[in-house]
């Protein structure tokens, strides 16, 4: 394993510059402090252009007010950002720690890439195990739901049930978290009910198969191939984390105000079933069934665009070519005979689409194309989604654990009727 950055291909954003104003507030002091700093080797500076004032090297400032116990750096206008060490995305390329994620994904098990993401430490062969006190608890509180529930309800309320049978859930010591992690997430499989016969647990004693070789018989009754696993298993490594996605970021705030582990996986997954998020590739799903039923894509999305409906599985706002998690995935998919026919009618809705717009496949089309030609339930893609994207959300605690709590903390813009405001008129009934 290599780290790949610096390939050709990738371009490093550019330090961004503070103004002195801008330094002073993330630092929380005067101007006038930051030309102390300055005096005392603290910080560096260069002239702004046009030689009025000077700047300042973002990441430095930073750095200075974590030293300093100062405030937060503060985000730029209109967003929510902060340093995080996990996830690098740019030029239509992403990187866990650094590493190309595709290469680490193509090469490697879920539970490998996983532990890469929370240690920086590769571990081949390590495997998952679920207690057998919290999955009991998660199967009898998934088998108590409603049979019309969906795989994120049942998910949703696993992670509940396996939170109340771990009395430590509340040590958020480094350790505690990575070994309650390592037991949740084959938990949240195992919790599931299962499509087929073969369950895919061991039985024997012997150390228990990879995950997604556990996961198959969750979404699908076919027989599981070696192909098809490998693709499965790699889409779980794919989609471990990428950035500071809307469930990710609500994982952050709750990690914040030092929720366990538990509650944080929980925060991620109530925002996954948005369908803007986890659930966008069922819809990607129902759109290459039909796809396939009427023998191409044209009638498909003419009826998208009339409709004034987007054509599912296409575009991503990071990337400006095809996502590459996407483009991962179809090289192995293509690779399968099965597959075939539902890789086609992808490559079909995205040549039609062209015609009206230039948008690239994204890993919502591609998590389409594997459930579909695997005889997956629709929702199978948000079931892959979420059980992969714990242990991103886990990894993101780790890393808010050790900052200043509740410091993600946004102040409103009040909008409504100016004070004082006369007391309200009692409606009569």
């Known amino acids: 394993m290599t780290d790949q950055s610096g390939e050709a291909g990738f371009t490093e954003p550019p330090p961004q510059r503070l103004t002195t104003r801008e330094t002073a507030e993330r630092l929380g002091v005067k101007p006038e402090t930051v030309y102390a700093y300055v005096s005392r080797g603290q910080l560096s500076s260069n002239r702004a252009p046009g030689g009025r004032g000077s700047t300042f090297d973002a990441g430095e400032v930073d750095a200075l007010a974590r030293r300093t116990g100062r405030r937060e750096p503060a985000a ?3 967003a929510l950002s902060f340093p995080t060490g996990i996830t690098l995305i740019g030029g239509d390329r992403y990187f866990f720690r650094g590493v190309d994620a595709t290469e680490l994904a193509r090469r490697h098990a879920y539970e490998e890439v996983a532990e890469w993401l929370w240690t920086g430490e590769l571990r081949p062969g390590v495997r998952f195990t679920a207690p057998a006190e919290a999955l009991a608890s998660a199967r009898r509180a998934v088998g108590a739901l409603p ?5 994120t309800d049942r998910l949703r309320v696993a992670v509940v049930a396996a939170a109340t049978a771990d009395p ?4 958020l010591s480094r350790e505690a978290v990575l070994g309650g992690a390592r037991s949740l997430i084959p938990t949240l499989v195992a919790a599931l009910p299962t499509a087929t016969e073969d369950d895919g647990e061991s039985t024997d004693g012997a150390a228990p198969p990879r995950l997604a070789r556990q996961l ?5 009754g076919r027989p599981a191939d070696e192909a098809s696993l490998a693709v499965l298993d790699t889409a779980l490594g794919l989609l471990i984390d990428h950035d500071l996605a809307a469930s990710t970021l609500a994982a952050r705030v709750a990690a914040s105000a030092r929720a366990h582990p538990y509650a944080v996986v929980s925060a991620g997954l109530g925002v996954l079933e948005g369908p803007l998020h986890g659930a966008a590739s069922g819809l990607a799903h129902r759109m290459l069934t039909e796809v396939l039923e009427r023998g191409g894509a044209a009638p498909v999305v003419a009826d998208h665009l009339r409709t004034g409906r987007r054509v599912p599985g296409l575009g991503h706002r990071l990337y400006t070519g ?4 996407a483009r991962t995935l179809f090289e192995l998919l293509a690779e399968i005979p099965h597959a075939a026919p539902a890789l086609a009618a992808a490559r079909d809705v995205v040549a039609t689409t062209a015609r009206h717009t230039p948008l690239h496949a994204n890993v919502d089309l591609a998590l389409a194309v594997l459930s579909v030609s695997s005889g997956m339930a629709v929702e199978a893609g948000e079931t892959v989604f979420a059980i992969a994207r714990t242990a ?3 990894a993101h605690a780790l890393e808010e654990y050790g ?9 409103g813009q009040y909008t409504g009727p100016q004070p004082p405001q006369p007391l309200p008129t009692v409606v009569s009934q």
């Open 392 to 394: 991103g959300w886990i």
């Open 168 to 171: 430590l859930r509340f040590d």
């Open 216 to 220: 198959w018989p969750k979404l699908t």
């Open 322 to 325: 095809e996502d590459p998690r």
């Open 403 to 411: 900052e200043r709590p509740l410091r993600m903390r946004p102040s």
């Open 76 to 78: 730029p206008a209109g």
């Open 147 to 151: 049979s019309h529930c969906g795989a």
